[in-house]
């Protein structure tokens, strides 16, 4: 089921995903990064946010949120537990709604903003 965390026997029985939208978690994680990853690992997360782009070779998608001075700009990367075909009905710069399970962290740098690694993720309009 898309709406159940599931796993191995000594984790904890959780039905109901944190609900979180892309601004709430770039000002989270942007406000101290330590502290909003240790919060949100191995977290059942669902996500507001706006399709940037879809990986059909890797079966994922990238969504995030962006602001023009750049401050909170932040990037989700999620890597599908549903078949490829199924991303082909969700289009780039549309709003979607994706369920997953926190799985790392790549720390911003001046190059690159942070990013939050989803994995056996499900995403729906």
Known sequence: RRDKEIGFLNLKYNIEPIDMKDIDLAIEFTNNEEAAYKTYYKKFIRIESTLEYIDLENNGIIIGYNDEGGKYTFKISCTMA?????????NVQEKVY?????????????????????SNCFASK
Not at 82 to 90: A, M, P, R, T
Not at 102 to 116: A, I, M, N, R
Request: glycine share 6%; hydrophobic share 35%; proline share 3%.
């Open 98 to 118: 994706v369920i997953g399970t926190v799985t790392d962290y790549q720390f911003e740098t001046s190059e690159k903003p942070g990013k939050l690694i989803l």
């Open 82 to 90: 549903s078949d490829k075909e199924e991303l082909v009905n969700i």
